[in-house]
């Protein structure tokens, strides 16, 4: 149920008063008794909850906070993007100038040594 605002023309008393949408407005005045109170329009204060709405509207800044790891995740996921980004770029304008593209660096792992566990000698 909204709250609605009342202000009496003849004597200024102000008030508010919980009422159902269908509920006609108030005319008669609670201190001077005159039928001179006013419906004022005033700017409603709500706040949507549940689903169906968006998250991002009321809610503040999504970002991260700086310093925790998600922030260090993002910012790291970030720079490897770039990266990979102007890696392929400049293969782009190696391939375009008819330049061989340049290796790219790749790991390797060392070979495991076999062990000799469970042999009898």
């Known amino acids: 149920m909204p ?3 009342y202000r009496c023309s003849s004597c200024g008393h102000e008030t508010e008063v919980l009422q159902k949408l269908s509920d006609p407005p ?3 005045c609670p201190t001077c008794g005159k039928s001179t109170l006013e419906k004022l329009v005033s700017a409603a204060g709500f706040h949507l909850k549940g689903s169906g709405w968006y998250a991002t509207d009321f809610k503040g800044s999504s970002k991260p906070k700086e310093g925790s790891q998600e922030a260090q995740d993002k ?5 490897k993007q770039e990266a990979q980004s102007k890696e392929r770029q400049a293969a782009k304008e190696d391939s375009k100038a008819g330049k061989e593209p340049s ?5 390797t792992k060392a ?6 566990a469970g042999k009898a000698d």
């Open 111 to 116: 070979p495991v040594p076999a062990t000799t």
């Open 103 to 107: 290796p790219t660096p790749t790991t």
């Open 26 to 28: 108030l005319t008669e």
């Open 3 to 5: 709250i609605y605002e």
């Open 75 to 79: 910012s790291e996921n970030k720079h």
